[in-house]
């Protein structure tokens, strides 16, 4: 009769943690942060008032957001000896690998913000994260393309300064197109917090020991980049192209429902929404519109992904499983149609959730009644046995 699954801090394998950030409604595909629709948010805020909501609970005013926006503008350099970690990386490493190891790294320089018990340190950590991720991410991406690094802008919005890193070079400057601009903020604001998915559980369960938060966060990434979660975002899009056409969507369908195939439609199903999920519906119109913007009609990847989607919408299987579309199968046709290479799109996704990252790792930290995490198990093994001397083996 031992509840196996049951550690504190009241984790249990089915909730496994209080929290007021992030609500979903997987049966009705609703999720709401700090009570906001995400379809409100996507259409009428901004990345950085997101993570201002998500960070203090409410939405700011205009002198909060001001200040806000201020000091993380003022925290999107990194330490300057930080550009010789990249140099210790093969140019061909996957760029997640690359943010592993850097935003580690800062856990080894930014000392002034590692106490987890002083608020103010906290803060700081929170602004050097949600700041820097974005410059981290986009030299991970000009290093593995053999480009000088390009620093932050302090006149451009947080989505245009990514832009403008990934995409200026010295010999010429490169001009932020508001629309994408727009695209990219958006999706930033999908990705910024989903509630107790696999990778915050990690930064969660990391942080629990008390442990330097840019380790913590590093183990995010880490957790996000696996295929079954953020790394999905790469493999839809390398799948979508894969198919190539819609007359091939057929015998990729029935490999998706071939058990004894290992093969699974990515960005397709989830662990909560039953029903779509809110965040793919946005993605899929933001699809549309980038891609008339760039001129792009008749994208066939976009084809596929459409008409896959309607085909697996009217499978049984499909419809029995309550798979459905998630936040990964429209990102990776927005982004490739922006110039990023599918390697860069877990990057992406690790620097929007950051924000999410830190808002649950400072909720929990909070708590006075903290008790390090501590996942049981229902054990399996062998009874007790006794010891047997080699000469009788
Ligand atoms: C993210 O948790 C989060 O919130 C994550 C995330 C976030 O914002 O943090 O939303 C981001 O990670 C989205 C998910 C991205 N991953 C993918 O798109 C990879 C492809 N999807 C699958 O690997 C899968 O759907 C999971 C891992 C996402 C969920 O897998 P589960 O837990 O098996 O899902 P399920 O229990 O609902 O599956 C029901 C059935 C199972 O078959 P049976 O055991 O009942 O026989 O459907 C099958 C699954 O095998 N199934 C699929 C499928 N997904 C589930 N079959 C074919 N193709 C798929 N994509």
Known sequence: GLDVFTYDPGFTSTASCESAITFIDGDKGELLHRGYPIEQLAEQSCFLEVCYLLLYGDLPSKAQMDD?????????MVHEQMHNFFRGFRRDAHPMATMVGVVGAMSAFYHDSTDITDPHQREVASFRLIAKLPTIAAMAYKYSIGQPFVYPRNDLDYAS????????????????????????????MLHADHEQNASTSTVRLAGSSGANPFACIAAGIACLWGPAHGGANQACLEMLREIGSVDRIPEYIEKAKDK???FRLMGFGHRVYKN????????????????????????????????????????????SKKLYPNVDF???????????PTAMFTPIFALSRTVGWISQWKEMISDPA????????LYTGPARRDYTDLSSR
């Open 161 to 188: 300064n990514f832009l403008h890193m990934c995409f200026s070079v010295p010999a010429e400057t490169y001009e932020v197109n508001p629309v994408l601009a727009k695209a990219m903020d958006r999706i930033m």
């Open 260 to 262: 004894n195939d290992p």
């Open 370 to 377: 903290l008790k390090i995490g501590r996942p049981r198990q």
């Open 330 to 340: 429209y990102s990776g046709i927005i982004l490739d149609a922006m110039g990023f």
């Open 276 to 319: 779509f999920d809110p965040r793919a519906k946005v993605m899929k119109e933001s699809a549309d519109e980038v891609l008339e913007l760039m001129g792009i009609h008749d994208n066939p990847t976009l084809q596929v992904a459409k008409e896959l989607e309607r085909i697996a919408l009217e499978d049984d299987y499909f419809i």
């Open 68 to 76: 806000f926006r201020n000091t993380v503008t003022r925290h999107t």
